[in-house]
């Protein structure tokens, strides 16, 4: 009996170690309750994301980037801030289709005061869950760049229709020049209806934003029913979203912003730099002097650094141009011209290849970037300065060339006239001379003495005429001196 108690009391499990594990237990949910609550104290999450300036690759990465970040992190709102003249078709629709797709409300806001959101950034304020603009600021001229501006009326003709997207404000206006300036009005118009239509904003003014390149204050698109609200800054913006209730592409929400932490992500350097690299006037120096870099090695082989260098910025604007609307032609124009230059170095041709080569390059660099955005334009300074270089270099080279041609022989025997030598041996009129650390047969006078110093005067094959140096040395038959190309 004394065992089978012994037995139980092991088996039995303490009492205090029950107890220490129900406050272990109760510790934990405590814990994760007051980890609740502070969490919840913090407030909901908002980043502000910032556009200043064109919009471009670097800029449609940046956004979708830091749109998917807030949503990895449970944003309550995404702000973004916008100072824009406008920029690149496909990159602002690369961000239109982020903010269509994005789980997070996007409030885009055009600020600070003096800022707009010209052209591509208009598209993008119609595309976001909330629009708004700071006093003293502006939107629209939407109107695709490529068509140089509002388009004028065909004598007789009547504006022509997009099926259900025109609507009685476009039914009015001017029709395009021509069938390709048609085809770009209405797919805009098209597009920026729709967005107008998915958000309840006004369609017939975002149609005359594109057809017109009609502009609005900030004070004028909200009474038009274009923006949402007009705030002074962020913390204004944010008091006035609080509640409000957002339709998403998965179904509707309001806003729970009391209390809300405001992080700002602006674009770190890698963003910087890509913006630098897509830089149509960078990117074209850039390959210029990969160009003129590669081709200064294979003119001078071994030399190494400028090949290096030249491969790096080739590669550098290969990638812009992988990046940008590059117009093909323009591009072939380019290639031909720097390769008609580059044959000039190799089969001279006294300029005609090398000024056709330049001509090409200049008028292909013209036409080069199809971007249909000033921002994103390449300056005639840049073409003009790139040029002018290019055409220095050509100068050079033809001066080189023709300099080249002109210039005596300076390989094969007739180098040798005039020269100095030193007797080896010598007898009756014949023995062998050292010149320039080779053994020679030669004639000359019956009487000289080893180690003497002797005048080349005539070759003739394998031997040499030769004479004492007091003697005067024969001339070219082109009359020139040749003690003048003696080697010292």
Not at 179 to 185: E, G, M, P, Q, R
Not at 332 to 349: C, D, K, N, Q, R
Not at 396 to 407: D, E, K, P, S, T
Not at 433 to 438: A, K, M, N, Q, T
Request: charged share 20%; net charge negative.
């Amino acid at each position: 009996m004394k065992a089978c108690r012994e037995r139980d009391r092991v088996r039995r499990p303490p009492a205090f170690a029950i107890a220490l594990i129900a406050i272990g237990v109760a510790f934990l949910f405590s814990g994760l309750g007051t980890h609740a609550q502070e969490t919840r104290a913090k407030g909901a999450l908002i980043i502000v994301l910032e556009v200043d300036g064109p919009i471009g690759p670097a800029t449609a990465g940046y956004l979708t980037d830091g749109i998917a970040e807030a949503t990895d992190r449970g944003a309550e709102l995404v702000v973004l801030r916008m100072d824009t003249p406008g920029g690149l078709s496909a990159s602002m629709r690369e961000i239109i289709h982020a903010i269509l797709q994005s789980e997070v409300p996007i409030a885009s806001y055009v600020a600070p005061q003096g800022a707009r959101a010209a052209s591509a950034g208009t598209y993008i304020l119609y595309a976001s869950h909330v629009a708004a603009m700071a006093p003293g600021t502006t939107l629209g001229a939407a109107t695709p760049v490529q068509l140089g501006g509002a388009p004028s009326p065909l004598p007789g003709g009547e504006a022509p229709k997009d099926g259900g997207n025109d609507k009685e404000a476009g039914s009015e206006s001017p029709a395009p020049k021509n069938a390709k300036t048609a085809k770009a009005v209405n797919d805009a118009v098209a597009y920026i209806r729709a967005l107008a239509q998915l958000r309840g904003r006004n369609a017939d003014w975002a149609e005359k934003a594109v057809e017109e390149a009609a502009t609005l204050t900030n004070t004028e698109a909200v009474a038009k029913n274009v923006v949402d609200l007009e705030a002074a800054g962020v913390a204004e913006l944010i008091d006035k979203l609080d509640g409000r209730e957002i339709a998403l592409r998965q179904g509707g929400t309001t806003l729970d912003l009391a209390d809300a932490r405001i992080e700002t992500a602006p674009p770190d350097w890698r963003d910087e730099l890509l913006s630098i690299l897509t830089n149509p006037n960078i990117a074209f120096i850039f390959m210029m002097l990969g160009v003129y870099g590669l081709i200064f090695e294979l003119a001078n082989p071994g030399a190494i650094i400028p090949g290096v260098l030249g491969a790096i910025f080739l590669m550098l604007g290969l990638y812009a141009l992988n990046v940008l609307p590059v117009n093909y032609a323009g591009l072939g124009l380019v290639v031909l011209g720097i390769a008609f230059m580059t044959a000039e170095a190799f089969v001279p041709s006294f300029g005609a290849l090398g000024l056709g080569g330049l001509a090409a390059f200049a008028l292909g660099s013209t036409i080069l970037f199809d971007t249909g955005s000033p921002a994103f334009a390449l300056s005639y300074w840049t073409i003009g300065s790139v040029t002018a270089v290019t055409g220095a270099i050509l100068v050079l080279l033809i001066g080189y060339l023709v300099r080249a041609q002109r210039r005596p022989v300076t390989t094969g025997e007739q180098t040798h006239l005039g020269d100095k030598a030193q007797v080896e041996s010598w007898s009756h009129g014949r023995g062998r001379v050292r010149l320039h650390g080779e053994l020679w047969n030669a004639i000359g006078p019956p009487r000289l003495h080893k180690g003497q110093t002797v005048r080349v005067q005539t070759i003739d094959g394998l031997e040499l005429t030769v004479a004492p140096d007091d003697s005067p040395p024969q001339s070219d038959p082109e009359g020139r001196d040749k003690t003048a190309g003696e080697r010292r």
